[in-house]
């Protein structure tokens, strides 16, 4: 193969032909016979022009890396010596997830020369981030805050789609894109449950509770049709100021305009949609849930996943424990 010329000096990455036609090819593979969402599919490929960029560069075919190139290269997400930003130990494991997925199809396609290198190099140790859960009554304040009219063109429409947005959120884990991909069938009034469609387009039922469900019905009946005059015509639960779904951007916005509404004071981390997720697991736990029975509401893949939520819980109990007990008190 021919080297490119390299990143230009906005960082814009320039590939040769033939990794060109690795990089859709393998992007295909994980579209069609993973069924990865289009999320996933665009931090793989913006993973990947890096790592195939930087392979162009040194004039190396991807099918001939071996196992100590990689490590190199490892090293230069970590410090930005190819020319891009410096990445976190969590976004070098993210990257090199995306680099092991492309040599194994490579090698299981039978283009590799060197078998699978990736095999022979290990995963940056990532330390452990526990996630900042909201007290039961800060969830209040920033659904009673989301539900407030505001001023303008369609405000009051605009607050009962934020509440019941931020209600779903809550009431039943979901993720945001989860949310906004949400179409009026997938809302079952009579069984009080929602299909959820998850990461690789998994398919999940989940019980939904009555504060959820009366927000969306206010929202549904006197909200949504509102927001939909504006538009041509879509199945899409939440919906924009043009009638269009609702996009992530514009949903991250409601959650933060609500937290600041809401006054919340100094927390840990700054709220996001995800933390609602984070509040709802941790309150099941709390309230008794076994850990299997929100790995399933979560769709959470594997328990251990859902078992980082049983570690926030625990810590809230050794802190209860520590304050109340008297044999559990420092210098005791």
């Given at each position: 193969?021919?080297?490119?010329?390299?990143?230009?000096?906005?960082?814009?990455?320039?590939?040769?032909?033939?990794d060109t036609r690795i990089l859709e090819q393998y992007l295909s593979h994980l579209r069609i016979e993973r069924g990865l969402s289009q999320n996933t599919l665009s931090a793989y490929r913006r993973d990947l022009e890096r790592?195939?960029?930087?392979?162009?560069?040194?004039?190396?075919?991807?099918?001939?890396?071996?196992?100590?190139?990689?490590?190199?290269?490892?090293?230069?997400?970590?410090?930005?010596?190819?020319?891009?930003?410096?990445?976190?130990?969590?976004?070098?494991?993210?990257?090199?997830?995306?680099?092991?997925?492309?040599?194994?199809?490579?090698?299981?396609?039978?283009?590799?020369?060197?078998?699978?290198?990736?095999?022979?190099?290990?995963?940056?140790?990532?330390?452990?981030?526990?996630?900042?859960?909201?007290?039961?009554?800060?969830?209040?304040?920033?659904?009673?805050?989301?539900?407030?009219?505001?001023?303008?063109?369609?405000?009051?429409?605009?607050?009962?789609?934020?509440?019941?947005?931020?209600?779903?959120?809550?009431?039943?884990?979901?993720?945001?894109?989860?949310?906004?991909?949400?179409?009026?069938?997938?809302?079952?009034?009579?069984?009080?449950?929602?299909?959820?469609?998850?990461?690789?387009?998994?398919?999940?039922?989940?019980?939904?509770?009555?504060?959820?469900?009366?927000?969306?019905?206010?929202?549904?009946?006197?909200?949504?049709?509102?927001?939909?005059?504006?538009?041509?015509?879509?199945?899409?639960?939440?919906?924009?100021?043009?009638?269009?779904?609702?996009?992530?951007?514009?949903?991250?916005?409601?959650?933060?305009r609500a937290a600041e509404d809401a006054e919340l004071g100094e927390l840990p981390t700054p709220i996001s949609p995800h933390t609602l997720r984070h509040s709802y697991a941790t309150h099941l736990l709390h309230g008794g849930?076994?850990?299997?029975?929100?790995?399933?509401?979560?769709?959470?893949?594997?328990?251990?996943?859902?078992?980082?939520?049983?570690?926030?819980?625990?810590?809230?109990?050794?802190?209860?424990?520590?304050?109340?007990?008297?044999?559990?008190?420092?210098?005791?």
């Amino acid at each position: 193969m021919t080297p490119s010329s390299g990143p230009s000096s906005s960082g814009e990455q320039t590939l040769r032909p033939g990794d060109t036609r690795i990089l859709e090819q393998y992007l295909s593979h994980l579209r069609i016979e993973r069924g990865l969402s289009q999320n996933t599919l665009s931090a793989y490929r913006r993973d990947l022009e890096r790592y195939l960029a930087e392979l162009a560069r040194e004039d190396v075919d991807p099918a001939d890396v071996d196992p100590q190139r990689l490590t190199d290269w490892v090293q230069t997400l970590r410090t930005g010596s190819d020319g891009g930003s410096a990445l976190s130990a969590s976004s070098v494991a993210r990257a090199l997830a995306a680099v092991r997925g492309l040599h194994s199809f490579l090698d299981a396609e039978r283009v590799s020369t060197t078998g699978d290198p990736s095999r022979l190099v290990p995963t940056p140790s990532i330390p452990s981030r526990l996630p900042h859960p909201l007290s039961i009554d800060q969830v209040e304040a920033l659904l009673t805050a989301a539900g407030s009219p505001g001023t303008g063109r369609d405000s009051a429409e605009r607050a009962l789609r934020d509440r019941a947005l931020l209600e779903l959120l809550y009431g039943i884990g979901a993720r945001i894109s989860e949310a906004i991909g949400l179409d009026l069938d997938d809302v079952d009034r009579d069984q009080r449950c929602v299909t959820l469609r998850g990461k690789g387009d998994k398919h999940r039922i989940v019980p939904v509770g009555r504060y959820a469900l009366e927000a969306l019905d206010a929202y549904l009946t006197r909200g949504r049709p509102a927001l939909a005059a504006h538009g041509a015509g879509t199945a899409a639960i939440f919906l924009g100021s043009r009638g269009t779904r609702l996009t992530r951007q514009a949903a991250w916005q409601v959650v933060q305009r609500a937290a600041e509404d809401a006054e919340l004071g100094e927390l840990p981390t700054p709220i996001s949609p995800h933390t609602l997720r984070h509040s709802y697991a941790t309150h099941l736990l709390h309230g008794g849930a076994d850990v299997r029975s929100v790995q399933e509401l979560l769709g959470h893949a594997s328990v251990t996943t859902t078992q980082l939520y049983t570690q926030v819980t625990v810590d809230s109990l050794r802190e209860t424990h520590a304050g109340a007990h008297p044999r559990a008190r420092r210098g005791a």
